[in-house]
């Protein structure tokens, strides 16, 4: 048997069910694809279990999470006209922006 084509359990009845699960329609020929990828990729962990991880501490994040912290600072505050100065579009003294609940007219 060739290793790219593993020997599976699934059938197509559990795909159908985890389809159903998931609510997903599948066709036939869909049907027959994911049970192909599927075990492919249960084949690919299979491989992963193989891998030796002796003295590998488990990760609760798959990169490091580093918070950048600064000082705050107390700084001059933003004139109203350096506030508007990159708004798309400014109405007397508010930001204008499109209505975006109830009527729109």
Same mark, same amino acid.
């Given at each position: 048997? %060739?290793?790219? *084509?593993? %020997?599976?359990?699934?059938?197509?009845?559990?795909?159908?069910?985890?389809?159903?699960?998931?609510?997903?329609?599948?066709?036939?020929? !869909?049907?027959?694809?994911?049970?192909?990828?599927?075990?492919?990729?249960?084949?690919?962990? &299979? %491989?992963?279990?193989?891998? &030796?991880?002796?003295?590998?501490?488990?990760?609760?994040?798959?990169? *490091?999470?580093? /918070?950048?912290?600064? !000082?705050?600072?107390?700084?001059?505050?933003?004139?109203?006209?350096?506030?508007?100065? %990159?708004?798309?579009?400014?109405?007397?003294?508010?930001?204008?922006?499109?209505?975006?609940?109830? /009527?729109?007219?």
């Amino acid at each position: 048997m %060739n290793q790219r *084509e593993p %020997n599976s359990t699934l059938t197509d009845e559990a795909v159908r069910h985890v389809a159903t699960l998931a609510r997903l329609a599948l066709t036939d020929d !869909e049907v027959t694809k994911a049970k192909e990828e599927l075990t492919s990729i249960f084949q690919h962990i &299979s %491989n992963l279990k193989t891998v &030796s991880t002796d003295g590998v501490e488990p990760l609760d994040h798959p990169t *490091e999470i580093i /918070n950048h912290f600064r !000082e705050d600072q107390v700084s001059e505050a933003l004139t109203q006209q350096q506030v508007f100065a %990159n708004a798309p579009a400014i109405k007397e003294v508010y930001f204008d922006v499109p209505k975006v609940l109830g /009527n729109t007219q």
